[in-house]
């Protein structure tokens, strides 16, 4: 009798130890769901059906977005509602291929002054270039005001096209090989370079070439610049198949573009930080927040986090298509798609505009 009850309690003690434990791993893997529902909230749209947006500025609560075709979008964080704001240059943009109204900023006197530097492609006799200007908002129009460079070399595809203002005060951009390889090696061309200059459009003194725009040469297709806090440049550039670039940029240097790429060496020229082998990433805006570079990613259809300590990389976002640009502030990153630039797929609402947490 006392061995039957024995018996009795041990198998009650085994049940109740079994549903506590079904219990505990039933919650574990509800927990584990809702902690991947949590992380797929972390992003929100905060607008929809913008047209091929290039360039993300933010002023307190407003951003202003170039798009390709000619002209700029201004949209409230708050309620995503988008005001269309015509562009008046002197030259006609060129929406053509890869060019167009690429590269957009807003000066840091904007509050004041209601200026920004623009880069657009255009056509004279013939020719396609890229050129550096100055639009002042009036209202609902951006004009422009003064030309700061022209004839830089263009094309149908490889325009380089993004501006940055530099801790040095100097305005940057980044001007690709417009199809022509050999140009990035000649200095005597603008094409293929990371170009430097003074905010009136003058060459600053201490560039590294005398009497020249040239910053660095040697480049296919830059499209992304930022600094880290101590000040170094990278800079983001395309491969020719696959082989994708970070790059740390100093004044003066060759970064090898045609003559070597991903991790091909040769005399006086630089190597890049870091290459994609033969993962694609087509890399254009980037932004730098505690050593990583969050790089979009076109071809790549992701934004993706090099960290500057290891040299390893994570995804940080993707499943939307492809992404232009970065824009990073306190904790929070901001993105935008361009599936509608004639090489992605369009989606419903596309293309847009993201705000995604960086807090885990």
């Not at 505690?290 to 499943?319: M, Q």
């Amino acid at each position: 009798m006392i061995a039957l009850k024995k018996f009795i309690f041990t198998l009650i003690f085994i049940f109740f130890i079994s549903a506590c434990s079904f219990e505990d791993n039933h919650q574990s893997e509800k927990n584990g769901r809702d902690a991947v529902e949590v992380f797929s909230r972390q992003d929100e749209v905060i607008a929809t059906d913008l047209n091929i947006p290039w360039n993300i500025n933010k002023y307190d609560n407003t951003f202003y977005l170039s798009q390709r075709a000619g002209t700029i979008v201004k949209v409230d964080g708050v309620s995503g509602s988008k005001t269309v704001q015509d562009v008046e240059v002197t030259k006609e943009v060129l929406h053509e291929g890869e060019g167009g109204f690429l590269g957009f900023i807003l000066s840091h006197d904007f509050e004041i002054s209601r200026e920004a530097f623009a880069y657009h492609t255009y056509k004279q006799d013939g020719e396609v270039y890229n050129r550096i200007i100055v639009l002042k908002l009036n209202q609902n129009t951006w004009k422009e005001e003064m030309i700061l460079l022209e004839g830089i070399p263009g094309g149908s595809i490889h325009n380089g096209g993004r501006l940055k203002m530099g801790p040095d005060g100097k305005l940057y951009a980044t001007a690709g090989d417009a199809g022509n390889p050999e140009a990035a090696q000649n200095v005597e061309i603008l094409a293929g370079k990371i170009l430097r200059m003074e905010l009136d459009g003058t060459v600053p003194k201490d560039n590294p070439l005398q009497n020249s725009y040239i910053y660095s040469f040697g480049h296919r297709n830059p499209q992304g610049l930022a600094w880290d806090d101590d000040g170094n440049l990278y800079s983001s550039e395309h491969g020719q198949t696959a082989r994708d670039e970070i790059n740390l940029i100093e004044p003066g240097k060759n970064y090898g573009w045609p003559i070597i790429e991903g991790d091909q060496q040769a005399p006086n020229m630089v190597s890049p930080l870091y290459q994609t082998g033969d993962d694609t990433w087509a890399p254009s805006g980037i932004a730098i927040k505690n050593e990583k570079i969050y790089v979009a990613n076109l071809r790549g259809e992701s934004i993706r986090v090099f960290n500057l300590t290891d040299h390893t990389v994570d995804t940080l976002f993707e499943n939307v298509g492809r992404m232009r640009d970065v824009l990073i502030e306190k904790d929070t990153l901001f993105t935008i798609t361009n599936n509608r630039d004639g090489r992605g797929n369009p989606r419903e609402g596309d293309d847009k505009l993201f705000k995604i947490s960086l807090l885990k």
